[in-house]
């Protein structure tokens, strides 16, 4: 790919994705130096601290419709961040075409984690999927006395390892996370 059409192509991919702000692969995303809590506190983003350190949940509440709505004044990490998609596609190891095709399976692993979620009595209820996956997970059930039960959570507890195998492998950049 020319280095002039990878913007465009990049916006494509991340506009068809969101999974680095949907709160999919991130349960937290750190401020920096240079970034204002105070700042992206009054544009939405839910900002809170820790040990004396700030941090932006996710789901992020700037993600309407796969698309960023405070893309220029998104926070640092968020500037930096390329996923191993982003960056295999700007150094032409793969095509937008096989990323756009990751990105669509992928997502379809993220509906189905969610929809099993749901089968197992929890609603959507805007936190991000790992802290939704171990609540359900963190609930005994005795498999005699509810095998239904037991079965929706294996069956959830194994589509979530399958989409946690594609993130790192795909789409998690090592070493530096968002
Ligand atoms: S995971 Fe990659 S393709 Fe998806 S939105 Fe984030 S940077 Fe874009
Ligand atoms: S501020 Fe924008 S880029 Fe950063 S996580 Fe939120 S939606 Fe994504």
Redesign the pocket.
């Known amino acids: 790919m020319n280095a002039d059409d990878f913007p465009a192509a ?1 916006s494509r ?9 949907d709160g ?2 991130f349960q937290i995303v750190k401020l920096q130096p240079g970034d204002s809590a105070a700042e992206l506190g009054r544009l939405g983003l839910k900002i809170r601290s820790r040990g004396g350190a700030f941090h932006m949940e996710q789901p992020c509440a700037a993600l309407k419709e ?1 698309r960023c709505t405070v893309y220029d004044k998104r926070p640092t990490r968020c500037r930096l ?6 960056r295999l596609l700007e150094t032409n190891e793969t095509t937008e075409t096989a ?1 756009m095709s990751l ?1 669509l399976k992928a997502r379809a692993q993220v509906a189905q984690v969610r929809h099993l979620i749901e089968q197992n009595g929890l609603r959507e209820d805007g936190q991000a999927l790992q802290d939704r996956f171990e609540r359900v997970m963190s609930t005994p059930v005795d498999a005699t006395l509810e095998p239904e039960l037991a079965e929706a959570q294996e069956a959830l507890d194994q589509a979530m390892r399958q989409l946690r195998l594609v993130i790192n492998r795909e ?1 998690r950049p090592p070493p530096l996370s968002k």
């Open positions: 990049a991919l991340c506009t068809a994705c969101g999974m680095c702000c999919t692969m796969l961040f390329h996923c191993q998609q982003l990323a990105i789409f």
